[in-house]
C-alpha cells in the first residue's frame, strides 16, 4: 500500500513539474511575441531599411533558454552514393 502511495506521488508530482514548465515556456513565448510585434509596428511606421550602423543587433540574438524548448528535427538517413548514380 505504501509503494503505490509512493508511486501516486512521483507520478503527481512528475506531473505538476510537467505543467509548470509548459506554462513558463508558454509564457516567455508570448513575450517574446509582444516584442516582436512591437517591433515590427515601429518599422511599418518608419517604412524604413536600416543599415548595419542603424541596426539592433543585441536585439536579435536568441535567447538560451529558449534553445532548450526547441524541438530536435528527425534527419532521414542520408547516402550520398545515391547521388551519383
Known sequence: ????LALILIF???LLAGSISAKEKKSRVDKQ???EMQKEKKYAKEQAFYQSDNYDF???EVN?????SVPDIPVD???MDS???
Open 12 to 14: 503527481n508530482s512528475i
Open 33 to 35: 511575441i509582444k516584442k
Open 58 to 60: 543585441k536585439g536579435a
Open 83 to 85: 547521388v551519383y548514380d
Open 1 to 4: 500500500m505504501k509503494l503505490i
Open 77 to 79: 538517413d542520408f547516402d
Open 64 to 68: 538560451p533558454k529558449s534553445v532548450e
